[in-house]
C-alpha cells in the first residue's frame, strides 16, 4: 500500500514515467492506479483527443507502439491505457523494444492483470530504467481484516472484528469484491458509523449467526448444539456454504491452535502478533486451549486433511456435502 500511496504522489506532482506496467494477482490496485492516471494527467477538454483506451484482445503490440508514437495535440501529453494486457501475453516481450525509446509525450499503461512477466527476460529489465512496473501482490486473509479497517477508516468508517472477519469469510480475499460491498454499505449509512455484524447481515446477506466465523468459535467453545444447528444451517444452503470453505477455515484454525500450544508466553500480545490475528480473537484460542490439547488439535488437524479430500468429492462415495459436515463434525467433538 506504501508503494501505491508514492506512486500517486508522485503522479500527482507530475512526476510522470513514459510508462506504467501494472502487473500482478491483485487487480484492486492495478484498477485504482490505472483509474487515477486515466482522470489525473489530462484535463477534460484534453482528453477527447489525447487520451485512448485499448484492450488487449482487439489489439496487437504493433498498434499499441504505433498509438504510443503518436503526438499530442494541443496538450503536453497524451495517455494511453490498455485494458486487460494479459490477453497480449504470447507477444508482451515485443514492448521491449519501444520502452527502449519510449516517446516522452506518451503515458503508456498497461494493465496486466492476474499474471507477472518474466522478470530475467529483456522487456522486465528495460521497463524498470525507462518506466515503472508496479507488481499488485495478493494479500494473505490474515491481512484483509487490517486492509478492511485502513480504507473505511480513510473515509471516515470504522468496523467491528466480527463484522470485518464476516466479509474476509464470505468474500476471499478478492479486494475488489469487498471494495465494492464496502460502497454499498457507505451508500446507506452516514459517516462515523462503526459497522455491524448486523449491519452486514442486513445489507450484504451473511448471516451474522450462521457463518464459518461462528461455526468455528462454537467448536472452540464445545458449543455441541450451536455446533450442530450452523452445520445443519450450512447443510440445507450448500451453495452459500461450500464445503471447501468450512474445512478450509477449520484447518487454519486448528493449526494456528497448534502453534498457539507450543508458544512459551501466551499473554494476549504475544499470541496476536506470533499468530498474527486480531487481539480480539485471542479469547477464542485461549478458551479453545483449554477443550482440545495438543493431541487433541494434532487429530483434528490430521482429520481436516482427510475430509478437505472428501469435499473434493475422493473417496466420498458421492456422500452428500451435508453428511460429510455432520460427520466431521462429530469427529471433532468426540
Same mark, same amino acid.
Request: hydrophobic content about 40%; cysteine-free.
Given at each position: 500500500?506504501?508503494?501505491?500511496?508514492?506512486?500517486?504522489?508522485?503522479?500527482? &506532482?507530475?512526476?510522470?514515467?513514459?510508462?506504467?506496467?501494472?502487473?500482478?494477482?491483485?487487480?484492486?490496485?492495478?484498477?485504482?492506479?490505472? @483509474?487515477?492516471?486515466?482522470?489525473?494527467?489530462?484535463?477534460?477538454?484534453?482528453?477527447?483527443?489525447?487520451?485512448?483506451?485499448? /484492450?488487449?484482445?482487439?489489439?496487437?503490440?504493433?498498434?499499441?507502439?504505433?498509438?504510443?508514437?503518436?503526438?499530442?495535440?494541443?496538450?503536453? /501529453?497524451?495517455?494511453?491505457?490498455?485494458?486487460?494486457?494479459? @490477453?497480449?501475453?504470447?507477444?508482451?516481450?515485443?514492448?521491449?523494444? %519501444?520502452?527502449?525509446?519510449?516517446?516522452?509525450?506518451?503515458?503508456?499503461?498497461?494493465?496486466?492483470?492476474?499474471? +507477472?512477466?518474466?522478470?530475467?527476460?529483456?522487456? %522486465? +529489465?528495460?521497463?524498470?530504467?525507462?518506466?515503472?512496473?508496479?507488481?499488485?501482490?495478493?494479500?494473505?486473509?490474515?491481512?484483509?481484516?487490517?486492509?478492511?479497517?485502513?480504507?473505511?477508516?480513510?473515509? +471516515?468508517?470504522?468496523?467491528?472484528?466480527?463484522?470485518?472477519?464476516?466479509?474476509?469469510?464470505?468474500?476471499?480475499?478478492?479486494?475488489?469484491?469487498?471494495?465494492?460491498?464496502?460502497?454499498?454499505?457507505?451508500?446507506?449509512?452516514?459517516?462515523?458509523?462503526?459497522?455491524?455484524?448486523?449491519?452486514?447481515?442486513?445489507?450484504?446477506?451473511?448471516?451474522?449467526?450462521?457463518?464459518?466465523?461462528?461455526?468455528?468459535?462454537?467448536?472452540?467453545?464445545?458449543?455441541?448444539?450451536?455446533?450442530?444447528?450452523?452445520?445443519?444451517?450450512?447443510?440445507?444452503?450448500?451453495?452459500?456454504?461450500?464445503?471447501?470453505?468450512?474445512?478450509?477455515?477449520?484447518?487454519?484454525?486448528?493449526?494456528?491452535?497448534?502453534?498457539?500450544?507450543?508458544?512459551? @508466553? +501466551?499473554?494476549?500480545?504475544?499470541?496476536?502478533?506470533?499468530?498474527?490475528?486480531?487481539?480480539?480473537?485471542? &479469547?477464542?484460542?485461549?478458551?479453545?486451549?483449554?477443550?482440545?490439547?495438543?493431541?487433541?488439535?494434532?487429530?483434528?488437524?490430521?482429520?481436516?486433511?482427510?475430509?478437505?479430500?472428501?469435499?473434493?468429492?475422493?473417496?466420498? &462415495?458421492?456422500?452428500?456435502?451435508?453428511?460429510?459436515?455432520?460427520?466431521?463434525?462429530?469427529?471433532?467433538?468426540?
Amino acid at each position: 500500500m506504501d508503494d501505491v500511496k508514492q506512486l500517486v504522489t508522485d503522479i500527482k &506532482n507530475k512526476h510522470l514515467k513514459p510508462i506504467y506496467f501494472l502487473m500482478g494477482e491483485e487487480a484492486y490496485y492495478i484498477d485504482k492506479i490505472s @483509474d487515477f492516471i486515466e482522470e489525473t494527467i489530462l484535463t477534460e477538454a484534453e482528453r477527447g483527443f489525447n487520451q485512448m483506451i485499448l /484492450y488487449g484482445r482487439d489489439v496487437t503490440i504493433e498498434d499499441i507502439v504505433g498509438q504510443a508514437k503518436r503526438y499530442p495535440m494541443m496538450a503536453e /501529453y497524451q495517455v494511453v491505457i490498455v485494458k486487460e494486457a494479459q @490477453d497480449l501475453s504470447r507477444t508482451i516481450e515485443k514492448l521491449a523494444k %519501444y520502452a527502449e525509446n519510449p516517446q516522452p509525450t506518451t503515458i503508456l499503461v498497461v494493465n496486466y492483470k492476474y499474471k +507477472k512477466i518474466d522478470k530475467r527476460k529483456a522487456l %522486465y +529489465k528495460t521497463l524498470k530504467k525507462t518506466g515503472v512496473v508496479y507488481e499488485s501482490k495478493k494479500l494473505y486473509e490474515n491481512q484483509v481484516s487490517d486492509w478492511i479497517r485502513r480504507i473505511l477508516s480513510a473515509k +471516515k468508517y470504522t468496523i467491528s472484528p466480527k463484522a470485518a472477519q464476516m466479509l474476509v469469510e464470505f468474500l476471499g480475499t478478492d479486494l475488489s469484491k469487498i471494495n465494492n460491498e464496502l460502497e454499498k454499505l457507505q451508500i446507506i449509512l452516514p459517516q462515523g458509523t462503526e459497522i455491524s455484524a448486523e449491519h452486514i447481515e442486513k445489507n450484504i446477506g451473511i448471516s451474522k449467526d450462521y457463518n464459518n466465523f461462528e461455526l468455528r468459535k462454537a467448536i472452540g467453545e464445545r458449543n455441541t448444539i450451536k455446533a450442530y444447528r450452523i452445520v445443519n444451517y450450512f447443510a440445507e444452503n450448500p451453495k452459500d456454504n461450500p464445503m471447501v470453505v468450512t474445512v478450509s477455515l477449520l484447518f487454519n484454525f486448528f493449526s494456528q491452535l497448534l502453534h498457539f500450544h507450543g508458544l512459551q @508466553d +501466551k499473554s494476549p500480545r504475544s499470541v496476536a502478533s506470533a499468530l498474527k490475528i486480531n487481539p480480539y480473537f485471542v &479469547n477464542e484460542y485461549i478458551t479453545a486451549a483449554r477443550y482440545f490439547p495438543m493431541r487433541k488439535v494434532s487429530a483434528v488437524v490430521s482429520t481436516l486433511r482427510e475430509f478437505d479430500v472428501k469435499s473434493k468429492g475422493v473417496n466420498s &462415495n458421492a456422500v452428500p456435502q451435508g453428511d460429510l459436515l455432520r460427520e466431521l463434525l462429530v469427529r471433532i467433538l468426540n
